[in-house]
């Protein structure tokens, strides 16, 4: 067993948990990792009490290796995602099993594909747009998660499917189709 990267000093009980701050009001996780990688190195550990020991490429390269070179063990932490994301999840998947759903998502990663998909997102953020700027308008509120579920939906089925949903709140026959697979 090799010793962990070096990292910031913790607390014997509470770990790094207080150097992380607080959520609520710094959300910017990224820029206290970003500030430890300049002083530690490219690649660091902190611990956090219960959760246990992250490790953190700092290095795009070496990030990428692990990523895509290798499907390292999930933390059993995982395990508590199961409720939102599902057994089948690519997030929880591993071995021969993960590599199967990687080639199967590659192409949608491809930078070409991505390319070609811009004009169709563009295009079906007008309706969201549109719907923002009556809101503000009338001065009336404006459910962006279900406005942002109706546009992903709507991305997903013209890229995907070919499908015009029109952006016109059509997750009663998302969910209807969720059901079917």
Same mark, same amino acid.
């Given at each position: ?17 207080? #150097?992380?701050?607080?959520? +609520? ?14 002083? $530690? ?12 020991? =992250?490790?953190?490429?700092? #290095? ?11 499907? $390292?063990?999930?933390?059993?932490? $995982? ?10 999840? +690519? ?13 199967? =998502? ?6 070409? =594909? ?5 004009? &169709? ?30 546009? &992903? ?7 995907? =499917? ?11 026959? +998302? ?7």
């Amino acid at each position: 067993r090799l010793p962990p990267p070096p990292g910031p000093p913790g607390h014997w009980l509470l770990g790094n948990l207080l #150097d992380l701050g607080d959520p +609520m009001r710094d959300p910017h996780l990224d820029l206290t990792l970003i500030d430890w990688v300049k002083q $530690y190195g490219p690649v660091i550990s902190f611990t956090v009490p219960i959760v246990g020991r =992250f490790v953190v490429a700092g #290095d795009p390269k070496l990030a990428r290796q692990a990523v895509q070179t290798k499907n $390292y063990p999930k933390s059993p932490t $995982y395990g508590a995602l199961l409720p939102f994301i599902g057994r089948r999840s +690519m997030l929880v998947a591993e071995g021969e099993e993960w590599r199967v759903r990687r080639r199967t =998502f590659n192409p949608g990663f491809d930078p070409q =594909f991505l390319r070609n998909c811009i004009s &169709t997102v563009c295009a079906r953020l007008t309706p969201l747009l549109d719907a923002c700027e009556r809101a503000a308008a009338e001065r009336l509120p404006l459910p962006m998660h279900e406005a942002a579920i109706d546009f &992903t939906a709507d991305v997903i089925a013209r890229v995907g =499917f070919g499908e015009n949903w029109g952006g016109t709140g059509l997750r009663a026959d +998302m969910l209807a189709l969720q059901g079917q697979c």
